[in-house]
Structure formats: structure tokens, C-alpha cells
């Protein structure tokens, strides 16, 4: 586990990607693989500012931290690390997601959170890119607890525009257009095969998993509601939940 948080807390420095894990080949459980995720952030000493949350219900629950230098305004410009190679074009991947911003703390606890106290600590709600840029090039092929050593491939959350009045939004029924340089990669209503947006932060503020606080100010990306698409290098990616709000990111 040291040997794996210090080659993923060195390729974050370098901005490098690992051919894969140290140790690849042997078994690396989820308690483990959060564990890695927590002294990966020990070592970079930054603030975290977001959260990439996951669930689908009766499956699996995922969660990583998102530091402050990644955690950006719409619009907005990424930068890919070195190595991120498809072939011979550098490309990260992208997804458009439905994002709470927390407008007052939930601390880690042992008695869990009720609706109405997550509720309370949302200010609003929304749209948002994610950016995956994986520290290890095997990212598609490689294990779940490898995945979630490496924050689930998290390079960066894109916020943009949204509403105080999320209470009057139902995200499943919100229309969904994602394009890549202008042209629609998905046009849809309703996200992807995940729990609904408020679900999957109750699951979140009420992770196991997780050991640090959701701060107020911090932005939780809820999961993929667009599929997982590719952007080439100097590419502008755009998504517009109708109703909701965009937004925007090249990436470089």
C-alpha cells in the first residue's frame, strides 16, 4: 500500500502516467484501495474542495476527495498529464454530471444522516463536466480497487451554472445535450444506470469509507448521466442539462 500511495502521490507531482500499480498482479481489497486514496491525499497536503461519488444501488458505492487546484469555474481549461496516450492522440475522458454545491458542513459521524440534515446542507445545484485523467494507463482494464487507488480516474470537476431552487428540478427528467467541439455526442432525457443525484450524497455523507468532512463550498459530482466519452487534446467540451444549467471545459 505505501509503495502503491507514493507512486500515485509521485505521477500527481510529475504529472505522468504509471504503465500501471506496483504490484499489479497481486490483490489490493477496497478497504485498501481507500486507504491508498487517503495518504495519496496525506502526502499532497491540499485542500480538498469537491467530492466524485458514485452509487448504483445494490452494486457498489464509490467515493474520492478532489483537491482545490482541480476543482474548477465554468469556463474553464484542463490540462492533460504526460503519457495520456489513445493510440497516438492524447485524450481524457469526459462526462457530464448533475453537481450539489454544500452550503454547510457534514462532518463524519457515526450516526448517520437523515434526509432533511443533507438537504439543509445543500445551497444548489448544478451542471457539471468531470474530467478523467487516470494516473495509470491500464485505467480501462484495471481492477476496481486499482481504479479506486487511483480516485476512480478523477483529473477534475467543472462546475457551471445552476440553481438555488433544486427542490423544483426532477433530474430524471431533465434533458441532457453533451457535445464535444460543437457536435452532439448525447442527446438524452435522464442520466445514466446510477442512483438519482440526492442519493447518491446521502451515500456519500454517510460512507464507511469515508474519513474526512464534506465542507461547506465543496462541490460533489453525483455520476455519469452521459456515458463515457473520449476529447481529443485542444478539443471544448460542453453539457446543458435543460433547466438547469452548462458547462464548459477545453481541454489542453
Same mark, same amino acid.
Not at 463524519?108 to 448544478?126: H, K, L, Q
Not at 473520449?230 to 438547469?244: K, Q
Given at each position: 500500500?505505501?509503495?502503491?500511495?507514493?507512486?500515485?502521490?509521485?505521477?500527481?507531482?510529475?504529472?505522468?502516467?504509471?504503465?500501471?500499480?506496483?504490484?499489479?498482479?497481486?490483490?489490493?481489497?477496497?478497504?485498501?484501495?481507500?486507504?491508498?486514496?487517503?495518504?495519496?491525499?496525506?502526502?499532497?497536503?491540499?485542500?480538498?474542495?469537491?467530492?466524485?461519488?458514485?452509487?448504483?444501488?445494490?452494486?457498489?458505492?464509490?467515493?474520492?476527495?478532489?483537491?482545490?487546484?482541480?476543482?474548477?469555474?465554468?469556463?474553464?481549461?484542463?490540462?492533460?498529464?504526460?503519457?495520456?496516450?489513445?493510440? +497516438?492522440? +492524447?485524450?481524457?475522458?469526459? =462526462?457530464?454530471?448533475?453537481?450539489?454545491?454544500?452550503?454547510?458542513?457534514?462532518?463524519?459521524?457515526?450516526?448517520?444522516?437523515? +434526509?432533511?440534515?443533507?438537504?439543509?446542507?445543500?445551497?444548489?445545484?448544478?451542471?457539471?463536466?468531470?474530467?478523467?485523467?487516470?494516473?495509470?494507463?491500464?485505467?480501462?482494464?484495471?481492477?476496481?480497487?486499482h481504479k479506486l487507488a487511483d480516485s476512480m480516474g478523477n483529473g477534475a470537476i467543472v462546475w457551471g451554472s445552476g440553481t438555488l431552487h433544486w427542490r423544483d428540478i426532477d433530474p430524471a427528467a431533465l434533458r441532457v445535450v453533451f457535445e464535444i467541439d460543437g457536435v452532439v455526442a448525447v442527446d438524452r432525457i435522464g442520466g445514466g444506470k446510477g442512483a438519482p443525484p440526492l442519493s447518491t450524497l446521502m451515500?456519500?455523507?454517510?460512507?464507511?469509507?469515508?474519513?474526512?468532512?464534506?465542507?461547506?463550498?465543496?462541490?460533489?459530482?453525483?455520476?455519469?448521466?452521459?456515458?463515457?466519452?473520449?476529447?481529443?487534446?485542444?478539443?471544448?467540451?460542453?453539457?446543458?442539462?435543460?433547466?438547469?444549467? =452548462?458547462?464548459?471545459?477545453?481541454?489542453?
Open positions: 500500500m505505501a509503495r502503491i500511495a507514493g507512486a500515485l502521490f509521485e505521477a500527481r507531482m510529475r504529472k505522468q502516467t504509471l504503465a500501471a500499480l506496483p504490484d499489479h498482479e497481486g490483490s489490493l481489497s477496497l478497504a485498501e484501495a481507500m486507504a491508498v486514496q487517503y495518504e495519496v491525499g496525506h502526502r499532497l497536503a491540499r485542500k480538498v474542495a469537491g467530492w466524485k461519488a458514485g452509487l448504483v444501488p445494490d452494486v457498489r458505492f464509490t467515493c474520492a476527495p478532489v483537491y482545490a487546484s482541480d476543482v474548477l469555474r465554468s469556463p474553464a481549461v484542463y490540462r492533460l498529464a504526460d503519457g495520456v496516450v489513445e493510440g +497516438e492522440v +492524447e485524450t481524457a475522458f469526459v =462526462e457530464g454530471e448533475i453537481a450539489f454545491r454544500l452550503g454547510a458542513d457534514l462532518p463524519v459521524r457515526a450516526r448517520p444522516y437523515r +434526509e432533511f440534515e443533507v438537504r439543509a446542507a445543500i445551497e444548489s445545484c448544478c451542471a457539471a463536466i468531470e474530467v478523467g485523467n487516470p494516473r495509470i494507463a491500464n485505467f480501462d482494464t484495471a481492477p476496481l480497487s451515500a456519500l455523507a454517510n460512507a464507511a469509507e469515508r474519513r474526512l468532512p464534506l465542507r461547506a463550498g465543496q462541490t460533489v459530482i453525483t455520476g455519469n448521466c452521459t456515458g463515457l466519452n473520449r476529447a481529443e487534446r485542444g478539443a471544448t467540451v460542453r453539457v446543458v442539462f435543460e433547466g438547469l444549467g =452548462e458547462a464548459r471545459v477545453r481541454i489542453d
